[in-house]
């Protein structure tokens, strides 16, 4: 479905236009009847030549209310611009022009209405001239002017062909599955509770579906969906939408919220994007300057952090930092308008960059600015690339959000990259969210951190196998998912070895001096004599010093069975056997047994048993154990 919208100054004709285009009256509130103005957003339906159904947004043309005309016009797929043959080109007429060319409008009409007021056929060319000329430079360029009274009828049909022709040309929508309504209205029926209203981006909604609203991030249900009073089970990115819903109040909900789906968009406070300033604004824009920024359906006070200059001029074009005081919910490529808060003025607009910047950069970086020019010039292997050198470790869900590509198109171009060595793949999972991938670049960088680090461990511990994987993953910027990941993929590439909650590099070895080894060895010989009664772990560290006897457990030379015993290895595999065999021949052993046929203590016998239930070898039962699996 293609949403069409108007635009041009107060009292143009915009609503009788659409009214005898559609048999509707757009203005639905009492004020705007009473006025004969329209104030705030209207909306129409009406079938083409050839069957489409196409709606109809219709913004008020007074200067102010262009606040509401930009809440409503973001979406449209094309424009009708209208201008009243008996008044030519007015103020509003420029300003809405200005924002549709912000907004890169690419497709549209210019409607010279009230035709039939204008007897002199000169003065209607002369304003189909100015007309022309007015759109010259800008995204209407060439759009055809076409000449109508809604009053007569003339040139209504010939306006409904034309609106078919042009929205034949039109791609079908993207649909990234990531579905999102800004709301340009909300309000209660009776009987039915709250309803918003709006045009679905990017994904489809379904009847039933949990839904949530941002920023806010109260949650609800989609307990109905229409468009155009049509009922309907399933919508799909560009109908104009009303969803009602449930679990949500009126006052839960204000005109700029997004309804998406849970955990697909993130609000943000910061947004990097391009600025491109009017070529007529009244004012330069200064570093740090507040601005009204409006944003798909939303309008806040935001600060413009100008980056690579202190000012821009009109007409210039930079880079900024957007830091709006209210959250907004946007995706890369989405466009937006600057606004002076007083006095009321568009000054100037752009496209979103980066919905998620990781920090406040460095005004004259020109690294930063760099990869700014990169993603305005939106080549898609780039996009992907900075995208994922942004998320370091990523999963494809995230990817997706980043790069705002279709799945098969990024599926595409991380299939290219991969084969040309730039992306390395973590994990491959059906689920978008449990497949994970980073660039070489990064893991590159990130690899020989760890190596490093790990080195840098083992020259000042020689005596220590390994460090703890809480200690590594303290100097990584990495959840414990992504961590995990970046572990055993290093570990699946023989460059470390996971152990418990150590890890050490796969290349080191524990060497003891010839000092060392002999207090090693004059420790181990009463180990050897006294085998099911040795020194406990106290005596051991006073003997040795804790890097030593850690040392000594790292390299198997002894094995800590609990905190406070430790026995050779032999000893641990004679006992082990001998504690098999027993259960096998009667069914169980018990800590008695044990000590007895060992001629130990109760400390070393109940530590040694519970040593084997730990690693899975035994199963306590009472006061006994069996085997935990006849064949162990």
Known sequence: MHIVGTAGHVDHGKSTLISALTGINPDRLKEEI???????????????????????????????????????IG??????????????????????????????????????????????RELLELVELEAQELVEGTSLENAPVLRVSAKTGEGLEQLKLKLAELLAEI???????????????????????????????????????????????????????????????????????AINLNNLSKEDIQRGDVIALPGTYIPTTRLDASIRLLRDAITEVKHNMSLKVYA???????????????????????????????????????????????????????????????????RFDEVTLARLEQLRMGKRADLVMQALDQLNVANLAALTTQTS????????????????????????????????????????????YILSTLTEFHHNNPLKAGISREQLKSGLKLTQEQFDLVLGMLSQQGELVERGT????????????????????????????????????SEAEADLGLDLLEGLIATDRLVRVSDAVLFMPGTVEVMKVWVRDAIQANGSV??????????????????????????GYTLRKGDVRVLRTINT
């Not at 039915?192 to 709006?198: A, H, I, L, W």
């Not at 981006?201 to 806010?216: K, N, Q, R, Y």
């Not at 299939?415 to 978008?432: H, K, N, Y």
């Not at 008695?592 to 130990?600: E, I, L, V």
């Open 171 to 241: 791609p079908p929508k993207r649909d990234l599955n990531r579905p999102r309504l800004p709301v340009d209205r909300v309000f209660t029926l009776s009987g039915f509770g709250t309803v918003v209203t709006g045009t679905l981006l990017d994904g489809s909604f379904v009847l039933g579906d949990e839904v949530v609203c941002l920023p806010s991030g109260k949650t609800g249900r989609i307990r109905g969906l229409q468009n155009h009073n049509r009922k309907l089970q399933k919508v799909t990115p560009g109908y104009r939408t």
């Open 296 to 362: 798909g359906a939303s309008e806040t006070l935001a600060r413009v952090r100008l980056l690579g200059v202190e000012a821009l001029a009109p007409g210039e074009e930079g880079f900024v930092q957007l830091e709006p005081e209210q959250p907004l919910v946007a995706v890369r490529g989405d466009h937006y308008v600057l606004r002076l808060p007083s006095p009321a003025a568009t000054i100037g607009g752009g496209v979103i960059l980066d919905t998620q910047p990781a920090r406040r950069y460095r």
């Open 34 to 72: 009473e006025r004969e103005m329209t104030i705030d957003l209207g909306f129409a339906s009406m079938t083409l030549p050839g069957g489409e159904t196409i709606g109809i947004i219709d913004v008020p043309g007074h200067r102010d209310f262009v606040g509401n005309m930009l809440s409503g």
């Open 75 to 120: 979406g449209i797929d094309a424009v009708l611009l209208v201008i009243a043959a008996n008044e030519g080109v007015s103020a509003q007429t420029r300003e809405h022009l200005a924002i549709l060319d912000l907004l890169e409008i690419l497709r549209g009409l210019i409607v010279l209405t009230k035709c039939d007021l204008v007897a002199d």
């Open 502 to 537: 150590l890890v050490w590099a796969a290349s080191h070895t524990i060497l003891l001096t010839p000092q060392q080894e002999a207090q090693a060895a004059s420790l181990l010989a009463r180990f050897t004599e006294s085998p099911y009664s040795p020194p406990d772990v």
């Open 405 to 448: 590509l279709p799945a098969a198109e990024l599926e595409k171009q991380l299939s290219e990259l991969e084969d040309a060595g730039e992306v390395i793949f973590l994990t491959r999972q059906p689920t978008p969210s449990k497949t994970h991938l980073i660039s070489a670049q990064n893991w590159q960088s990130l690899s020989k």
């Open 590 to 615: 018990s800590l008695a047994q044990f000590r007895d046929h060992f001629q130990t203590s109760r400390k070393y016998a109940a530590a040694f048993l519970e040593y084997l239930d730990s690693i």
